[in-house]
């Protein structure tokens, strides 16, 4: 559960960031 939470919690991360980066550009 604390895994699937964390990986779950850096992919939606991951995924915001990449999404802002381009957004940016």
Known sequence: ???SG???LVHYKR???DYS?????
């Open 1 to 3: 559960f604390f895994f």
């Open 6 to 8: 964390l990986f779950t």
């Open 15 to 17: 995924t915001h960031y």
């Open 21 to 25: 980066s381009q957004a940016n550009i």
